[in-house]
Protein backbone atom coordinates (compact mmCIF):
# COMPACT_ATOMS: atom_id res chain seq x y z
CA UNK A 1 0.00 0.00 0.00
CA UNK A 2 1.35 3.59 -0.49
CA UNK A 3 1.02 6.17 2.35
CA UNK A 4 1.70 9.16 0.59
CA UNK A 5 -0.08 11.94 -1.09
CA UNK A 6 -0.58 11.90 -4.67
CA UNK A 7 0.87 14.54 -6.98
CA UNK A 8 -1.89 16.08 -7.31
CA UNK A 9 -2.62 16.68 -3.65
CA UNK A 10 0.70 17.88 -3.25
CA UNK A 11 0.29 20.36 -6.51
CA UNK A 12 -2.98 21.94 -4.87
CA UNK A 13 -1.18 22.21 -1.52
CA UNK A 14 2.05 24.48 -3.26
CA UNK A 15 -0.89 26.82 -5.15
CA UNK A 16 -2.29 27.40 -1.76
CA UNK A 17 1.09 27.93 -0.57
CA UNK A 18 1.77 30.37 -3.28
CA UNK A 19 -1.27 31.84 -2.99
CA UNK A 20 -1.22 32.67 0.70
CA UNK A 21 2.46 33.59 0.57
CA UNK A 22 2.04 36.14 -1.64
CA UNK A 23 -0.99 37.49 -0.59
CA UNK A 24 -1.35 36.78 3.35
CA UNK A 25 1.57 38.19 5.34
CA UNK A 26 1.15 38.84 8.80
CA UNK A 27 1.10 42.74 8.11
CA UNK A 28 -3.02 41.10 6.89
CA UNK A 29 -2.94 39.23 9.57
CA UNK A 30 -2.30 41.97 11.86
CA UNK A 31 -4.41 44.20 9.55
CA UNK A 32 -7.37 41.55 10.85
CA UNK A 33 -6.29 42.09 14.45
CA UNK A 34 -6.61 45.59 14.07
CA UNK A 35 -10.17 45.52 13.09
CA UNK A 36 -9.28 45.83 9.03
CA UNK A 37 -10.04 43.06 7.36
CA UNK A 38 -10.62 43.96 4.10
CA UNK A 39 -7.18 42.01 2.70
CA UNK A 40 -8.86 39.27 3.78
CA UNK A 41 -11.21 39.28 1.24
CA UNK A 42 -8.96 39.15 -1.54
CA UNK A 43 -6.88 36.75 -0.58
CA UNK A 44 -10.39 34.66 -0.01
CA UNK A 45 -11.19 35.71 -3.59
CA UNK A 46 -8.03 34.22 -5.06
CA UNK A 47 -8.57 30.89 -2.69
CA UNK A 48 -11.86 30.65 -5.17
CA UNK A 49 -10.40 31.37 -8.18
CA UNK A 50 -8.42 28.43 -7.82
CA UNK A 51 -10.85 26.44 -6.79
CA UNK A 52 -9.85 25.70 -2.97
CA UNK A 53 -13.30 26.98 -1.86
CA UNK A 54 -15.60 25.10 -3.13
CA UNK A 55 -13.63 21.73 -3.56
CA UNK A 56 -15.35 19.80 -0.94
CA UNK A 57 -18.29 20.20 -3.66
CA UNK A 58 -19.61 17.77 -6.26
CA UNK A 59 -18.84 18.50 -9.42
CA UNK A 60 -22.43 19.29 -10.31
CA UNK A 61 -22.39 21.88 -8.00
CA UNK A 62 -19.49 23.52 -9.27
CA UNK A 63 -17.07 21.92 -7.08
CA UNK A 64 -14.01 19.11 -7.33
CA UNK A 65 -15.67 16.53 -5.40
CA UNK A 66 -12.63 16.28 -3.12
CA UNK A 67 -12.07 14.00 -0.22
CA UNK A 68 -11.58 15.23 3.26
CA UNK A 69 -7.88 13.64 3.23
CA UNK A 70 -7.61 16.08 -0.28
CA UNK A 71 -8.34 18.56 2.64
CA UNK A 72 -5.37 18.35 4.82
CA UNK A 73 -2.83 19.82 3.01
CA UNK A 74 -4.28 22.65 1.82
CA UNK A 75 -5.42 23.55 5.38
CA UNK A 76 -2.25 22.88 6.61
CA UNK A 77 -1.00 26.01 4.58
CA UNK A 78 -3.91 28.24 5.95
CA UNK A 79 -2.94 27.58 9.37
CA UNK A 80 0.93 28.46 8.38
CA UNK A 81 -0.51 31.67 7.40
CA UNK A 82 -2.76 32.48 10.28
CA UNK A 83 -5.64 33.12 7.28
CA UNK A 84 -8.62 35.02 9.46
CA UNK A 85 -12.03 33.71 8.02
CA UNK A 86 -14.17 30.31 8.42
CA UNK A 87 -12.25 28.46 5.82
CA UNK A 88 -12.77 25.20 7.92
CA UNK A 89 -16.29 25.85 8.18
CA UNK A 90 -17.14 26.64 4.76
CA UNK A 91 -14.67 24.09 3.13
CA UNK A 92 -14.46 21.40 5.31
CA UNK A 93 -18.53 21.67 6.77
CA UNK A 94 -20.39 23.92 5.09
CA UNK A 95 -20.76 23.44 2.15
CA UNK A 96 -20.89 19.65 2.38
CA UNK A 97 -24.18 19.79 4.66
CA UNK A 98 -25.70 22.57 2.23
CA UNK A 99 -25.62 20.40 -0.44
CA UNK A 100 -26.49 17.36 1.65
CA UNK A 101 -29.02 18.94 3.42
CA UNK A 102 -30.64 21.80 1.94
CA UNK A 103 -34.13 22.70 0.71
CA UNK A 104 -33.58 23.42 -3.65
CA UNK A 105 -34.29 27.26 -2.47
CA UNK A 106 -31.65 27.48 0.27
CA UNK A 107 -29.23 25.87 -1.95
CA UNK A 108 -30.75 27.94 -5.57
CA UNK A 109 -29.52 31.23 -3.29
CA UNK A 110 -26.10 29.61 -1.34
CA UNK A 111 -24.52 27.26 -3.11
CA UNK A 112 -23.24 28.37 -5.81
CA UNK A 113 -22.26 31.75 -3.97
CA UNK A 114 -20.10 29.87 -1.78
CA UNK A 115 -18.47 27.43 -4.01
CA UNK A 116 -17.61 30.58 -6.20
CA UNK A 117 -16.18 32.05 -2.88
CA UNK A 118 -18.97 34.75 -2.72
CA UNK A 119 -20.57 33.50 0.29
CA UNK A 120 -18.85 32.34 3.36
CA UNK A 121 -20.36 29.84 5.96
CA UNK A 122 -20.19 29.47 9.62
CA UNK A 123 -21.65 26.29 11.42
CA UNK A 124 -23.02 26.50 14.87
CA UNK A 125 -23.48 22.90 16.26
CA UNK A 126 -26.42 22.01 19.12
CA UNK A 127 -24.53 22.94 22.02
CA UNK A 128 -22.24 25.65 20.38
CA UNK A 129 -24.00 29.52 20.45
CA UNK A 130 -20.56 31.28 20.55
CA UNK A 131 -19.60 31.13 16.56
CA UNK A 132 -16.37 32.12 15.29
CA UNK A 133 -16.66 34.74 12.43
CA UNK A 134 -20.59 34.64 12.26
CA UNK A 135 -20.46 38.95 12.06
CA UNK A 136 -18.22 39.04 9.05
CA UNK A 137 -19.79 35.71 7.33
CA UNK A 138 -22.90 35.41 5.14
CA UNK A 139 -24.84 32.21 5.51
CA UNK A 140 -25.27 30.22 9.24
CA UNK A 141 -26.74 26.50 9.77
CA UNK A 142 -27.32 25.37 13.28
CA UNK A 143 -28.61 22.39 14.57
CA UNK A 144 -31.18 23.15 17.37
CA UNK A 145 -33.17 20.93 18.83
CA UNK A 146 -32.23 17.94 16.37
CA UNK A 147 -33.67 20.62 13.64
CA UNK A 148 -31.35 21.86 10.73
CA UNK A 149 -31.56 25.51 9.59
CA UNK A 150 -29.98 27.53 7.48
CA UNK A 151 -30.38 31.66 7.43
CA UNK A 152 -28.28 34.39 6.40
CA UNK A 153 -26.67 35.92 9.05
CA UNK A 154 -28.18 39.34 8.95
CA UNK A 155 -31.40 37.58 9.85
CA UNK A 156 -29.32 36.00 13.07
CA UNK A 157 -28.68 37.87 16.62
CA UNK A 158 -25.05 38.33 16.79
CA UNK A 159 -23.50 39.89 20.17
CA UNK A 160 -19.89 40.08 20.06
CA UNK A 161 -17.68 38.23 22.29
CA UNK A 162 -13.94 39.04 23.41
CA UNK A 163 -11.41 36.26 21.21
CA UNK A 164 -7.95 36.03 22.94
CA UNK A 165 -7.34 35.73 18.94
CA UNK A 166 -8.67 38.86 17.40
CA UNK A 167 -8.31 38.22 14.20
CA UNK A 168 -10.72 35.72 14.82
CA UNK A 169 -13.53 37.41 15.84
CA UNK A 170 -16.29 35.48 17.40
CA UNK A 171 -20.28 36.22 18.04
CA UNK A 172 -22.69 34.74 20.21
CA UNK A 173 -25.38 33.68 17.65
CA UNK A 174 -29.52 33.59 18.13
CA UNK A 175 -32.27 32.98 15.98
CA UNK A 176 -35.77 32.54 15.32
CA UNK A 177 -36.64 28.93 14.53
CA UNK A 178 -39.06 29.78 12.07
CA UNK A 179 -39.94 27.21 9.39
CA UNK A 180 -38.55 29.01 6.19
CA UNK A 181 -35.17 28.45 7.41
CA UNK A 182 -35.85 24.43 8.17
CA UNK A 183 -33.76 22.21 5.95
CA UNK A 184 -34.64 19.80 4.59
CA UNK A 185 -36.66 17.24 6.58
CA UNK A 186 -36.25 13.98 4.52
CA UNK A 187 -32.75 13.65 5.60
CA UNK A 188 -30.59 12.50 8.88
CA UNK A 189 -29.34 15.59 10.44
CA UNK A 190 -28.33 14.56 13.39
CA UNK A 191 -25.60 12.12 11.25
CA UNK A 192 -24.79 15.04 9.23
CA UNK A 193 -23.54 17.15 11.88
CA UNK A 194 -21.97 14.46 13.60
CA UNK A 195 -20.14 14.18 10.42
CA UNK A 196 -19.53 17.71 10.40
CA UNK A 197 -18.48 17.88 13.90
CA UNK A 198 -15.42 15.29 12.71
CA UNK A 199 -14.74 17.37 9.43
CA UNK A 200 -14.64 20.61 11.55
CA UNK A 201 -11.60 18.62 14.24
CA UNK A 202 -9.96 17.28 11.41
CA UNK A 203 -9.82 20.65 9.63
CA UNK A 204 -8.73 22.41 12.54
CA UNK A 205 -6.28 19.81 13.30
CA UNK A 206 -4.61 20.32 10.11
CA UNK A 207 -4.34 24.07 10.68
CA UNK A 208 -2.72 23.60 13.89
CA UNK A 209 -0.07 21.20 12.38
CA UNK A 210 0.52 24.73 10.00
CA UNK A 211 0.87 26.83 12.86
CA UNK A 212 3.28 24.64 14.16
CA UNK A 213 5.22 24.62 11.50
CA UNK A 214 5.62 28.34 10.90
CA UNK A 215 6.47 29.10 14.77
CA UNK A 216 9.18 26.62 14.59
CA UNK A 217 10.13 28.83 11.21
CA UNK A 218 9.98 31.81 13.50
CA UNK A 219 12.09 30.66 16.50
CA UNK A 220 14.62 29.15 14.14
CA UNK A 221 14.63 32.37 11.94
CA UNK A 222 15.03 34.25 15.43
CA UNK A 223 17.84 32.07 16.33
CA UNK A 224 19.61 32.73 13.89
CA UNK A 225 19.26 36.52 13.54
CA UNK A 226 19.38 37.05 17.49
CA UNK A 227 22.86 37.67 18.66
CA UNK A 228 24.49 37.99 22.11
CA UNK A 229 27.86 38.07 23.45
CA UNK A 230 29.18 37.97 19.92
CA UNK A 231 27.41 34.96 18.61
CA UNK A 232 23.64 34.13 17.49
CA UNK A 233 21.76 32.58 20.00
CA UNK A 234 20.81 29.28 18.03
CA UNK A 235 24.49 28.28 18.95
CA UNK A 236 24.12 27.35 22.35
CA UNK A 237 22.97 24.17 23.27
CA UNK A 238 20.46 24.83 25.13
CA UNK A 239 18.42 26.48 22.24
CA UNK A 240 19.14 23.66 20.29
CA UNK A 241 17.32 21.66 22.41
CA UNK A 242 14.16 23.70 22.70
CA UNK A 243 13.96 24.01 18.97
CA UNK A 244 15.05 19.71 18.54
CA UNK A 245 12.18 19.14 21.07
CA UNK A 246 9.36 21.19 19.37
CA UNK A 247 10.24 19.60 16.37
CA UNK A 248 9.53 16.05 17.58
CA UNK A 249 6.40 16.99 18.89
CA UNK A 250 5.39 18.72 15.38
CA UNK A 251 6.25 15.71 13.38
CA UNK A 252 5.23 13.33 15.76
CA UNK A 253 1.60 15.18 15.24
CA UNK A 254 1.67 15.41 11.60
CA UNK A 255 1.14 11.94 10.65
CA UNK A 256 -1.50 11.75 12.99
CA UNK A 257 -3.50 14.16 10.91
CA UNK A 258 -2.68 12.51 7.79
CA UNK A 259 -3.88 8.88 9.15
CA UNK A 260 -7.17 10.87 10.69
CA UNK A 261 -7.92 12.01 6.98
CA UNK A 262 -7.56 8.93 5.46
CA UNK A 263 -9.54 7.24 7.74
CA UNK A 264 -12.76 10.01 7.10
CA UNK A 265 -11.70 9.98 3.47
CA UNK A 266 -12.14 5.75 3.65
CA UNK A 267 -14.99 5.78 6.12
CA UNK A 268 -12.90 3.54 8.49
CA UNK A 269 -14.39 1.64 11.10
CA UNK A 270 -12.62 4.04 13.71
CA UNK A 271 -12.54 7.05 12.21
CA UNK A 272 -13.90 9.22 14.63
CA UNK A 273 -10.99 7.96 17.26
CA UNK A 274 -8.63 8.75 14.42
CA UNK A 275 -9.86 11.97 14.57
CA UNK A 276 -9.48 12.52 17.99
CA UNK A 277 -6.37 10.76 18.03
CA UNK A 278 -4.91 13.79 15.49
CA UNK A 279 -6.87 16.60 17.55
CA UNK A 280 -5.04 15.78 20.85
CA UNK A 281 -1.78 15.72 19.39
CA UNK A 282 -1.88 18.37 17.03
CA UNK A 283 -3.54 20.55 20.03
CA UNK A 284 -0.34 19.37 22.57
CA UNK A 285 2.01 20.04 19.56
CA UNK A 286 1.39 23.30 18.84
CA UNK A 287 0.93 24.66 22.62
CA UNK A 288 4.31 22.36 23.12
CA UNK A 289 5.91 24.49 20.06
CA UNK A 290 4.53 27.98 20.99
CA UNK A 291 6.05 28.03 24.28
CA UNK A 292 9.18 27.41 23.16
CA UNK A 293 9.25 29.17 20.38
CA UNK A 294 7.88 32.38 22.92
CA UNK A 295 11.39 31.14 24.88
CA UNK A 296 13.58 31.21 22.30
CA UNK A 297 12.25 34.94 21.25
CA UNK A 298 12.75 36.09 25.40
CA UNK A 299 10.68 39.10 25.86
CA UNK A 300 10.35 40.49 22.93
CA UNK A 301 7.84 37.54 22.25
CA UNK A 302 5.52 38.50 24.67
CA UNK A 303 4.80 42.18 23.19
CA UNK A 304 1.91 42.92 20.57
CA UNK A 305 4.48 43.68 18.05
CA UNK A 306 6.02 40.69 17.40
CA UNK A 307 4.23 38.38 14.88
CA UNK A 308 4.76 35.57 16.61
CA UNK A 309 1.78 36.12 19.39
CA UNK A 310 -0.68 36.10 16.43
CA UNK A 311 0.34 32.44 15.59
CA UNK A 312 0.88 31.37 18.81
CA UNK A 313 -3.06 33.10 20.32
CA UNK A 314 -4.61 30.87 16.75
CA UNK A 315 -3.07 28.25 18.58
CA UNK A 316 -4.01 28.71 22.01
CA UNK A 317 -7.96 29.20 20.44
CA UNK A 318 -7.50 26.23 18.00
CA UNK A 319 -6.72 23.74 20.49
CA UNK A 320 -9.34 24.49 22.27
CA UNK A 321 -11.88 24.90 19.14
CA UNK A 322 -14.08 21.81 18.64
CA UNK A 323 -13.24 19.65 21.38
CA UNK A 324 -9.86 20.23 23.75
CA UNK A 325 -7.52 17.32 24.45
CA UNK A 326 -9.96 16.45 27.79
CA UNK A 327 -12.54 16.23 25.67
CA UNK A 328 -10.93 13.66 22.87
CA UNK A 329 -9.35 11.90 25.31
CA UNK A 330 -12.65 10.87 26.90
CA UNK A 331 -14.07 9.93 23.63
CA UNK A 332 -10.80 7.87 22.90
CA UNK A 333 -11.08 6.23 26.80
CA UNK A 334 -15.13 5.60 26.26
CA UNK A 335 -14.33 3.70 22.73
CA UNK A 336 -11.32 1.61 24.94
CA UNK A 337 -13.47 0.64 27.61
Known sequence: MHFAFTDDQKMLRDTVREVLQRECAPEIVRAAWEGRPEGIRAVWDTLAETGVIGMTASEEAGGMGMSELDLVLPLEETG??????????????????????????????????????EARIVVSFED???????????????????VAYCLPTAEAAITPEQSVDRARELGRVSFEADAKYRMRKDVDAAALFALGR??????????????????LVMAVQ??????????????????????????IEQEFARPMVYRAGWSMATS?????????????????????????????????????????????????ALAAAHGDAAYHRERVGRHIL
Open 268 to 316: GRDSDIDVSVAKIYAGQAARFVAKEALQVHGAIGYTIECDLHMWMKRAW
Open 80 to 117: YAALPGPIVDTVAVGIPLLEAAGTDTQKQRWLGPAVAG
Open 198 to 215: ERAALGTAAQLIGLCRRM
Open 128 to 146: QEIVPYAASADVLIAQRGG
Open 222 to 247: YAKDREQFGKPIGAQQAVKHRLANAL
